[in-house]
């Protein structure tokens, strides 16, 4: 009985334009959402819906499948029904300068108050001066000094009256008082005062004495005066100065009388303002300092002004903040620093916030892999999540030795949701190396490379055709291009009842197949354009497959396409040039020969091979023993290798074939080379399905038509990857036209008898295969193998028993 062939329409997914039913694109309304990816949009759903800590979210899932823009879409359209979150500002703290106050103000009313600081601060500029120039308090002043002047004046005469009555002259010095006595109108010299009499000099040193510690009182007395004079003074001004700025203040109190933060710091302002009045008096000689550097400082609004570092005026919603380069400080905050004349300095003014307050009540998107390659930032982002608060550090100082003095600002509360977007792997190797990752990102949004070709899913490929057309200004597409999309989306999906959604590639194919469309002066988009643009795409790409193409064309690729060889038969592999995925033919040989090696993989011994293909091979083993090894032990050396292949090869693909070439070298019958073998086998001989069929189709079918189609050529691939191929129109008429043949298998036997014509033979009740058969052909090498190793092994036995019995020695 001939083997089955599969028929034309079973080669590929045709899909017939008559099915839409629109005629352009311009006729359908844009697409809402995303295509097929049910699951992911259910978990996306939920995660924002969720408001608990740890509920984050991570959309995981190949490249190219819309995560991006999806979650910007949705993310903005949630985010777009919630609460506008508060603004933040930092400003001066009066008690402890090196720690900024962090203040919170409803949202929108930070710039507010930003800039009625900002007024407040140019007033008292105006206002103070002005009031401190009145006659009023000038008056006032010179009264409060008259009278301390007056005071003074009054102690010192008495104090000077007292010592005059006491027979003293009294001399002020740096250090205070000296008493001199007098006699008869005359000061004594030092000369003098010793050659008086000794009861004299002590008399006149007790009064000295009484005279120095009235001195030392009137001395406090007058300093206490003095400081009553600068209490005053001081009273006086914060007087004058309440008057000047008090209604200014109670306004603004008045204006965030309910935000008790701003109340109060309000209060501290205006309680500095009057401890500090002489800067506001001392109008612009800060513009006359010799240092620029310093000019801050002379400024006596400085402390005063308030840095926004959060605002949400313009903000509709909650905030969407999507970070590209999220480095520690782009994500935490950063205190910046000047440097001017080599000196660093820097104020709560120069605090900078960063993704993770900007986001803060909203959500912030951020690329995985971006986050771990940035030093710091993925462990400063798992601690903002952890303590729910930004704080502020310089990354620096976890490195260095040496402390710095810096600004330590207060710790903001943050409630953000983050939405983090990596590939699978990243999130395998999260979830289990990292053990805070699964308690902060509970919420996993699986994108899937596939969807189901059905009609709603065709459709709604047609309306994100449709959008990008508009959105892009392109031309729009007819019902035969859009077909051509589907037919190409099939083809990447690797499956005719699947759908692509690498929408990415799709929207590649969409812009050139518009590009072609210009260049050959068509209004709209048809399905020759589409086509053009994919065997455009594949040209700039193939370069490496023609060139092996013309190495078999010329014989430096050893390949046979027709006649039969023992041991040998055509395996097919599958080449990835990073943009451009082709099929290789390869020839495979397998030589048996006495022995107990058993079977070695050349490629295994020169450590060419991976883990994958060596499995296959080992399976080949227990197929055999399961086979032929029943009754005798499996006697058998072989040795099977990829020719021409000098990279690594992976995969078990070809262990059906290195099994048929094992079977043709043991049984002694040739195999076809004009069909091509590709499929994975276990240990019961069922062939399995594998990957990239299409391209190892297409390989062997393009080496054929090289050398030319016979109209016996053809591959042999297994049975469940009929729905896994889409195959070129050329491979497609070819096999309609009978030049080619696509043979599908669901066992070794089947394929057996397809390479050699003989058929494989079913054992009887004693386990023996028919003579002829191939198994029975093998059955009897085998067999022939193992009688000869046991006369050899009993030959030798019987060597080694007469080297026993032999006379050591000399005889006599």
């Known amino acids: 009985m001939a083997p089955r062939t599969l028929k034309p329409e079973e080669l590929r997914y045709y899909c017939d334009p008559e099915q839409f039913e629109f005629e352009t694109t311009e006729s359908l309304a844009p697409l809402e959402g995303i295509i097929g990816q049910e699951r992911a949009v259910r978990a ?4 924002l819906s969720i408001k608990r800590h740890g509920y984050n979210i991570f959309m995981t899932g190949p490249a190219g499948t819309g995560k991006i823009s999806y979650a910007q879409s949705l993310i903005n359209e949630v985010a777009g029904t919630e609460d506008t979150p508060d603004d933040w500002c930092y400003v001066y703290n009066f008690e402890n300068s090196a720690h900024p106050v962090a203040i919170r103000l409803p949202w929108g009313q930070g710039a507010g108050f930003a800039k009625d600081m900002a007024d407040l601060v140019e007033t008292l500029k105006q206002e103070i001066p002005k009031a401190f120039d009145a006659e009023d308090y000038e008056r006032q002043k010179t009264e409060i000094f008259k009278g301390f002047h007056e005071t003074r004046t009054m102690l010192l005469e008495e104090l000077t009256g007292t010592a005059a009555e006491q027979g003293f002259i009294l001399k002020r010095t740096s250090t205070g008082f000296v008493s001199i006595p007098v006699i008869d109108g005359k000061e004594l010299s030092g000369e003098e005062f010793e050659a008086l009499p000794a009861e004299v000099k002590e008399e006149l040193e007790k009064k000295s004495e009484d005279i120095q510690y009235k001195a030392i009182n009137v001395m406090r007395r007058i300093q206490a005066a003095e400081r009553e004079m600068k209490d005053r003074i001081k009273e006086l001004e914060n007087q004058v100065g309440l008057f000047a700025l008090g209604y200014l203040f109670e306004e603004i109190k008045g204006r965030y009388s309910k935000l008790a933060d701003v109340a109060g710091y309000l209060e501290a302002v205006q309680k500095d303002v009057l401890d500090n009045l002489d800067e506001f008096r001392s109008g612009g000689e800060e513009d006359a300092m010799p240092f620029p550097w310093l000019k801050r400082k002379g400024d006596p609004g400085y402390k ?8 949400n005026r313009e903000t509709v919603g909650a905030p969407v903040i999507i970070e590209t380069n999220p480095t520690y400080y782009n994500l935490i905050g950063r205190v910046e620093y000047e440097s001017k004349m080599g000196m660093v300095t820097t104020d709560y003014t120069m605090i900078k916030a960063g993704s993770l307050l900007r986001a803060n009540g909203g959500y912030l998107i951020l690329q995985v892999q971006d986050v771990l390659t940035n030093p710091g930032a993925w462990e400063g982002l798992k601690r903002v999540l952890k303590t729910r608060e930004v704080c502020m550090e310089n990354l620096g100082e976890q490195f ?4 710095m003095s810096t600004l330590r600002p207060q710790p903001i509360p943050v409630n953000v949701k983050v939405v983090l977007i990596g590939s699978p792997l990243l999130y395998s190797l999260l979830y289990h190396y990292d053990p805070d990752f699964r308690k902060l990102f509970k919420v996993k949004a699986d994108f899937d490379t596939e969807m189901d070709r059905n009609r709603g899913h065709m459709t709604q490929m047609a309306c994100f055709i449709a959008t990008h057309c508009q959105r892009e200004q392109l031309r729009h597409f007819d019902r035969s291009a859009v077909a051509r999309v589907v037919e190409y989306s099939v083809r990447l999906a690797d499956h005719q009842d699947r759908l ?3 929408f990415n590639e799709i929207v590649e194919i969409i812009y050139e197949a518009d590009t072609w469309a210009h260049l050959m002066g068509s209004e709209l988009v048809t399905g020759e354009h589409v086509k ?10 193939d370069k490496y497959e023609r060139k092996m193409q013309e190495m078999l064309a010329d014989g430096t690729i050893l390949l046979d396409l027709d006649g039969a060889k023992v041991g040998q038969v055509n395996g097919l592999s599958v080449l990835n040039s990073g943009d451009y995925v082709f099929g290789r033919p390869s020839r495979i040989t397998a030589v048996t020969y006495l022995g107990r090696r058993g079977i070695v993989n050349i490629e295994r011994e020169t450590k060419m091979s991976g883990q994958i293909h060596d499995k296959g091979l080992l399976t080949l083993s227990g197929y055999l023993a399961a086979k032929f090894a029943q009754k005798i032990p499996l006697t058998i050396s072989a040795s099977i290798t990829f020719e021409q292949t000098y990279t690594g090869v992976e995969g078990d693909s070809a262990s059906s074939t290195e099994l048929y070439a094992l079977l043709s070298s043991l ?10 073998v590709t499929g994975s086998v276990n240990q019961f001989g069922e062939v399995q399905p594998v990957g990239g069929v299409t391209y190892k189709v297409e390989g062997f079918f393009k080496a054929c038509r090289l050398k030319g189609l016979t109209g016996r050529q053809g591959v042999m691939i297994p049975v469940q990857n009929i729905v896994n191929l889409n195959l070129s129109d050329e491979v497609v008429a070819a096999v309609r036209e009978g030049k080619f043949h696509i043979y599908p298998v669901t066992t070794i036997e089947e394929g057996i008898e397809i390479l050699t ?8 009740s004693d386990g023996e295969y028919p003579p002829g058969s191939v198994f029975g052909l093998v059955q009897q090498k085998l067999a022939s193998y193992n009688k000869l190793l046991e006369h050899r092994e009993e030959e030798g036995e019987k060597a080694k028993d007469g080297d026993s019995g032999a006379c050591p020695g000399t005889c006599h």
């Open 44 to 47: 996306m759903e939920f995660g």
């Open 304 to 311: 005063y002004r308030v840095n926004l570092v959060v605002d």
């Open 400 to 403: 260095s030795l040496l402390a």
């Open 500 to 502: 692509t959604t690498r």
């Open 532 to 541: 053009k643009a994919i065997e455009e795409k594949v040209y700039r790409s």
């Open 667 to 676: 049984s002694g019958l040739p195999l076809r080379q004009d069909i091509a």
């Open 757 to 764: 014509g003989v058929p494989a033979g079913t054992p009887d």
